[in-house]
Nanobody, 125 residues
């Protein structure tokens, strides 16, 4: 089992930037596709961004495309989510995930193998 620990959330003003980090530990012998999801109060959990095991392929939700960037450092077993031009509608708990099938990118809850505990991001208007 892989353990995922997120950090970097917080309270910021609209237009600001934040960088989330996700450190993986445990059974990380082979690299997996990774992703970020988020869940706002009263809403379903939704896909935000995903990255292939090598880092060469990335995917984004339309709502964050051009503002968020996912990246990874496999030497550090860490995935990042750089969030720029934050909006109040980005307010949510952000979850780091690893893929159920290692070579694939998690893009829906059913494709996720492991979830982090989540980190709160609040964007004030």
């Amino acid at each position: 089992q892989v353990q995922l620990i997120e950090s970097g959330g917080g309270l910021v003003q609209a237009g600001a930037s934040l960088r989330l980090s996700c450190a993986a530990s445990g059974r990380t012998g082979s690299v997996s596709g990774m992703g970020w999801f988020r869940q706002a109060p009263g809403k379903e959990r939704e896909f935000v961004a995903g990255i292939s095991p090598s880092g060469g392929i990335t995917y984004y939700a339309d709502s964050v495309k051009g503002r968020f960037t996912i990246s990874r450092d496999n030497g550090k077993n860490t995935v990042y989510l750089q969030m720029n031009s934050l909006k109040p509608e980005d307010t949510a708990v952000y979850y780091c995930t690893s893929s159920r099938v290692k070579m694939l990118v998690p893009h829906s809850p059913s494709t996720v193998g492991s979830w982090g505990q989540g980190t709160q991001v609040t964007v004030a208007s």
